[in-house]
């Protein structure tokens, strides 16, 4: 496990943030109370369709804006033909270079029908996605489109040699949802009949005034609210409260509930944190590329925030760029990585590939029907790091059968690694045997007790699902159930930089205009995690370590779904050792539907740990509380260990 120490002084000496955000991280104490008093109810966003993640295609990785009707109906035929669409890819979404202007008669957004020939209402003037979107539903699929929060598209700045960008004035060439949410809302949805949006945020992001390219292409200059590998300088609280309106118009518009809200604002102004409470997924990173280096980071910024995702919201570490680069028919060992870590941290698997030419061994990938049922096990736990090494990581996935566990075992490295599986990895028992069914092959491959040891090639990973006997025998640990917990309130007061998303990689989004030494800013370091300290160390209460468990912050509060179904709660409360805030003095409460069941007195860091135990009988939501009574002012570590419902 990392040294706290360690990514301390990284966080002091290389990133020098100790961030004081627009989004006032002040709190009073009083409003910090009142942030901890129980809610008895799931603050989440419940609203859409993605009980399970996501699938389905995108025209982005494979088209970027050189997209047409054409490609996209191929696209739709090939999920079809192939059998792709019955193994549940559904979503068939147009990304970026649809639109070419906005009408200034009545701010109504006009299709390229040049690119979209149905979309021609043969008016001279209107134009409508609906016949392409019917075409689409007709073929037992659901139809995508893309827009951008801010004025401007991200195919603006980024794309401006395409041929497809908007046309004609200053005025026209906003297409974004800026000053037209409502109206562009009601239009993709009511109107044209889609099923998803995807929001982009370069509109709030990339247009100062002092970009060269603002004045030259006479767009209209935006004070970024989003400024790149500019913590400090991200007005957080203006970007939330965007895509809160976002989300808001979106339940208004679609009272049946049957939509999808991808938030894309590239893991920045704290989304990783927020973005479960407006959205049904929202993007963990900057844009992945068709490399390995990019498919490490962008899986990085995902795999620690397992308490962030579940039914209904999900991390999304981007699309899958199977098909492309590293990841095409002649690197099939890392493209079934790929598809296997995606699937085991429960990412949406968006496929970006011209499907009408895709060979077979990669529609053999994506169409893996036993690794595509760990994605979309109806249970919703995002997968958890049990071993976390440089070169090599275990990855464990708790099923709806509390007896099976979905793992992946990688080799991140260049090397063959050497990678052991131990039955307490499963939280199953030691002495008696598991079962591990390899779901490339579909079949039962081994069986051990206690541990197994795997030699695995340059970037190989292998999937299995294991089966055992559980180590608790009439329960589960809380930390097995990652998808019923709702962060509502982290206790991270001053936004600094995640460390694990950067450690292998430091991406240049675009050398030209950033500079050499950019790096994508993702705030949230010190959010809960599942079975370590929010910094990833070992959990440690008065010189004892503890395999299960919640590692969070004090001053902080979970919401867990146990919906009537267990009888009993019991934990050990405590300050870790690994905390910086060695004076602290901390409370623990548990409640039950808002009511109290449960409380520590005030605990320190070198008390034993506090055993609670409740009855939790009928009981729909639970929370817990860790509330610091004293002054101490370095972040707090507290854990939650050995957390478990019977």
Same mark, same amino acid.
């Given at each position: 496990?990392?040294?706290?120490?360690?990514?301390?002084?990284?966080l002091?000496?290389?990133?020098?943030?100790?961030?004081?955000v627009?989004?006032?991280?002040?709190k009073?104490?009083?409003?910090?109370?009142?942030r901890?008093?129980?809610?008895?109810?799931?603050?989440?966003?419940?609203?859409?369709?993605?009980?399970?993640?996501?699938?389905?295609w995108?025209?982005?990785n494979?088209?970027?804006?050189?997209?047409?009707?054409?490609?996209?109906?191929?696209?739709?035929?090939?999920?079809?033909?192939s059998?792709?669409?019955?193994?549940g890819?559904?979503?068939?979404?147009i990304?970026?270079?649809?639109?070419?202007?906005?009408?200034?008669?009545?701010?109504?957004?006009?299709?390229r029908?040049?690119?979209?020939?149905s979309?021609?209402?043969?008016d001279?003037?209107?134009?409508?996605?609906?016949?392409?979107?019917?075409?689409?539903?007709?073929?037992g699929l659901?139809a995508?489109?893309y827009?951008?929060?801010?004025r401007?598209a991200?195919?603006?700045?980024?794309?401006?040699?395409?041929?497809n960008?908007?046309e004609?004035?200053?005025?026209?060439?906003?297409?974004?949802?800026?000053?037209?949410m409502?109206?562009?809302?009601?239009?993709?949805?009511?109107?044209w009949?889609?099923d998803y949006?995807?929001?982009d945020?370069?509109?709030i992001?990339?247009?100062?005034?002092?970009?060269?390219?603002?004045?030259?292409?006479?767009?209209?200059?935006?004070?970024p609210?989003?400024?790149?590998?500019?913590l400090?300088?991200?007005?957080?609280?203006?970007?939330?409260?965007l895509?809160y309106?976002?989300?808001?118009?979106l339940?208004?518009?679609?009272?049946d509930?049957?939509?999808?809200l991808?938030?894309?604002?590239?893991?920045?102004?704290?989304?990783?944190?927020?973005?479960?409470?407006?959205?049904?997924?929202?993007?963990t990173s900057?844009?992945?590329?068709?490399s390995?280096e990019?498919?490490?980071?962008?899986f990085?910024?995902a795999?620690t925030?397992?308490?962030?995702?579940?039914?209904?919201?999900?991390?999304?570490?981007?699309?899958?760029?199977?098909?492309?680069?590293?990841f095409?028919?002649?690197?099939?060992?890392?493209?079934?990585?790929?598809?296997?870590?995606?699937?085991?941290?429960?990412?949406?698997?968006?496929?970006?590939?011209?499907l009408?030419?895709?060979p077979?061994?990669?529609?053999?990938?994506?169409?893996?029907?036993e690794?595509?049922?760990? @994605?979309? =096990?109806?249970? &919703?736990?995002?997968?958890?790091?049990? !071993?976390? +090494?440089?070169?090599?990581?275990?990855?464990?996935? *708790?099923?709806?059968?509390?007896?099976e566990?979905?793992?992946?075992?990688?080799?991140?490295?260049?090397?063959?690694?050497?990678?052991?599986?131990?039955?307490?990895?499963?939280?199953?028992?030691?002495?008696?045997p598991?079962?591990?069914?390899?779901?490339?092959l579909?079949?039962?491959?081994?069986?051990?007790?206690?541990?197994?040891?795997?030699?695995?090639?340059?970037?190989?990973?292998?999937?299995?699902?294991?089966t055992?006997k559980r180590?608790?025998?009439?329960?589960?640990?809380?930390?097995?159930?990652?998808?019923?917990?709702?962060?509502?309130?982290?206790?991270?007061?001053?936004?600094?930089?995640?460390?694990?998303?950067?450690?292998?990689?430091?991406?240049?989004h @675009?050398? =030209?205009r950033? &500079?050499?030494g950019?790096r994508?800013? !993702?705030? +949230?370091f010190?959010?809960?995690?599942?079975?370590? *300290?929010?910094?990833?160390?070992?959990?440690t209460?008065?010189?004892?370590?503890y395999?299960?468990?919640?590692g969070v912050?004090?001053?902080?509060?979970?919401?867990?779904?146990?919906?009537?179904?267990?009888?009993?709660?019991?934990?050990?409360?405590?300050?870790?050792?690994?905390?910086?805030?060695?004076?602290?003095?901390?409370?623990?409460?548990?409640y039950?539907?808002?009511?109290?069941?449960?409380?520590?007195?005030?605990l320190?860091?070198?008390?034993k740990?506090?055993?609670?135990?409740?009855?939790?009988?009928?009981?729909?939501?639970?929370?817990?509380?860790?509330?610091?009574?004293?002054?101490?002012?370095?972040?707090?570590?507290?854990?939650?260990?050995?957390?478990?419902?019977?």
């Amino acid at each position: 496990m990392k040294n706290y120490a360690f990514f301390t002084g990284i966080l002091v000496l290389l990133l020098g943030v100790s961030s004081q955000v627009k989004a006032t991280t002040e709190k009073t104490e009083a409003s910090l109370d009142s942030r901890l008093r129980p809610s008895g109810q799931w603050s989440a966003f419940v609203g859409g369709n993605a009980s399970t993640p996501p699938m389905g295609w995108n025209s982005w990785n494979a088209f970027r804006t050189d997209v047409d009707e054409d490609k996209v109906m191929g696209a739709a035929k090939a999920i079809v033909d192939s059998g792709l669409a019955q193994k549940g890819y559904k979503y068939i979404n147009i990304d970026d270079g649809w639109w070419l202007k906005r009408r200034q008669s009545d701010d109504k957004i006009v299709i390229r029908t040049s690119i979209f020939p149905s979309a021609d209402m043969g008016d001279g003037n209107d134009t409508s996605f609906r016949t392409f979107v019917d075409r689409i539903h007709g073929m037992g699929l659901k139809a995508g489109i893309y827009t951008d929060v801010g004025r401007n598209a991200c195919s603006q700045v980024w794309d401006l040699h395409s041929p497809n960008l908007p046309e004609g004035s200053t005025q026209e060439r906003e297409i974004g949802l800026w000053g037209h949410m409502p109206e562009d809302i009601a239009l993709f949805f009511r109107e044209w009949g889609f099923d998803y949006v995807k929001v982009d945020a370069c509109g709030i992001a990339d247009y100062s005034a002092s970009e060269k390219f603002v004045s030259e292409y006479d767009y209209q200059p935006f004070e970024p609210l989003i400024v790149r590998g500019d913590l400090p300088n991200n007005d957080i609280a203006a970007v939330e409260e965007l895509y809160y309106d976002l989300s808001k118009t979106l339940v208004h518009v679609n009272p049946d509930n049957d939509y999808i809200l991808s938030i894309c604002t590239w893991g920045t102004a704290n989304v990783r944190s927020w973005g479960k409470n407006y959205g049904n997924l929202w993007r963990t990173s900057e844009d992945i590329r068709s490399s390995w280096e990019s498919m490490l980071h962008v899986f990085d910024s995902a795999v620690t925030r397992a308490l962030f995702a579940g039914p209904g919201n999900w991390n999304d570490p981007d699309m899958l760029y199977i098909g492309h680069g590293d990841f095409d028919e002649n690197h099939l060992t890392e493209a079934k990585s790929h598809f296997a870590l995606w699937s085991i941290i429960s990412a949406p698997l968006m496929i970006g590939y011209d499907l009408r030419s895709a060979p077979r061994p990669l529609l053999d990938i994506l169409g893996a029907e036993e690794v595509i049922a760990i @994605n979309q =096990d109806p249970a &919703g736990n995002q997968g958890v790091l049990t !071993y976390d +090494g440089e070169r090599s990581q275990v990855i464990v996935k *708790s099923l709806q059968n509390p007896s099976e566990k979905a793992v992946v075992l990688f080799n991140r490295s260049a090397e063959m690694a050497s990678v052991t599986l131990r039955a307490s990895d499963l939280n199953m028992n030691i002495e008696t045997p598991i079962l591990l069914r390899n779901l490339w092959l579909k079949k039962d491959q081994y069986s051990f007790t206690g541990e197994k040891t795997f030699q695995l090639k340059p970037h190989e990973s292998l999937i299995f699902k294991a089966t055992g006997k559980r180590q608790l025998k009439e329960g589960l640990y809380l930390s097995e159930m990652p998808g019923r917990v709702n962060v509502a309130v982290d206790g991270v007061d001053e936004l600094t930089l995640d460390p694990d998303a950067h450690r292998r990689l430091s991406l240049k989004h @675009n050398p =030209d205009r950033y &500079g050499s030494g950019y790096r994508q800013h !993702y705030p +949230g370091f010190g959010g809960p995690r599942v079975n370590v *300290s929010p910094y990833g160390d070992t959990i440690t209460l008065n010189g004892k370590r503890y395999r299960n468990g919640i590692g969070v912050l004090a001053n902080s509060r979970l919401e867990v779904k146990a919906l009537g179904e267990f009888n009993s709660f019991s934990v050990l409360v405590g300050v870790d050792e690994n905390t910086l805030g060695t004076k602290a003095k901390v409370e623990f409460l548990v409640y039950g539907d808002g009511k109290k069941i449960a409380s520590s007195p005030a605990l320190g860091i070198k008390d034993k740990p506090w055993a609670l135990n409740a009855d939790v009988q009928n009981i729909n939501i639970i929370e817990l509380a860790a509330r610091q009574v004293d002054e101490e002012s370095s972040p707090v570590v507290v854990a939650w260990a050995n957390a478990s419902f019977e």
